[in-house]
């Protein structure tokens, strides 16, 4: 039980394009998710929490507006990368926590390279 | 002070070692403790969940808790190959809802 996965793996765009990343709770229903970046040999660095239902909460440096996450259901989330730059270019990685569940579990990540 | 801190190694052993990661901490209302392991390209993946001092084990891994001395540790006996990957220590406030993060140690496990 409680997979996580994340789609796509990987992504490649062009620099002013737009990128959706899909995450989703396979078995269990999530009510918070988690959304991270993770730099080559560097740990993980969170961006924001979302609730299902309510707006997310975005860590201080994070541009809400470049960076849009939707938590519409208690399986998915999205995370939207507005008007990427080559420095957004990154391992995102999302996590799930589960109703009165204590464990966070993560998905897979996607790579973002953006040219 | 950060509030967490962990040795990035590299840490080398050699196939079947007893293997030690450790981590501290300064923040004192921290009350759940967790490991991690990530592969390279990979998500982490939850080994092993604890909130109070004392071990816990599971399979090949103990993790222990020393809230006194704000020290965890992870142990991994019989190590294997496979075992090789970052483990990254989190760590939880109660009523909160993000993990704050060790750096992460990078172990590599040799045949």
């Known amino acids: 039980g409680a997979v996580v996965s994340q789609h796509p793996s990987r992504v490649i765009c062009k620099s002013g394009t737009s990128v959706k990343i899909e995450c989703r709770s396979l078995?269990?229903?999530?009510?918070?998710m988690f959304w991270y970046r993770q730099f080559p040999k560097q740990s993980l660095m969170l961006m924001a929490t979302?609730?299902?239902?309510?707006?997310?909460?975005?860590e201080q440096g994070v541009e809400k507006d470049k960076f849009l996450i939707n938590h519409a259901s208690l399986t998915l989330s999205t995370l939207t990368v507005t008007s990427a730059h080559p420095e957004d270019s990154s391992f995102y990685i999302c996590?799930?926590?589960?109703?009165?569940?204590?464990?966070?579990?993560f998905g897979p990540g996607t790579r973002l390279t953006v040219t | 002070q950060k509030e967490v801190e962990q040795d990035p190694g590299p840490l080398s052993v050699p196939e079947g070692a007893i293997v030690s990661l450790n981590c501290t901490y300064s923040?004192?209302?921290?009350?759940?403790f967790m490991w991690y392991r990530q592969y390279s390209r990979k998500g982490p993946e939850l080994l092993m969940y604890?909130?109070?001092?004392g071990n816990k084990e599971d399979g090949r891994f103990t993790a222990q808790v020393d809230k006194s001395s704000k020290y965890i540790s992870l142990f991994i006996r019989d190590s294997q190959p496979s075992d090789s990957a970052t483990y990254l220590c989190?760590?939880?406030?109660?009523?909160?809802?993000?993990?704050?993060f060790g750096q992460g140690t990078r172990l590599t496990i040799n045949p």
């Open positions: 996590s799930a926590r589960g109703r009165g569940r204590d464990e966070q579990y």
């Open positions: 078995d269990f229903q999530a009510t918070t």
């Open positions: 979302s609730n299902e239902g309510s707006k997310a909460t975005y």
């Open positions: 923040n004192s209302a921290f009350q759940y």
């Open positions: 604890t909130y109070s001092s």
């Open positions: 989190a760590f939880r406030e109660e009523g909160a809802q993000k993990l704050v």
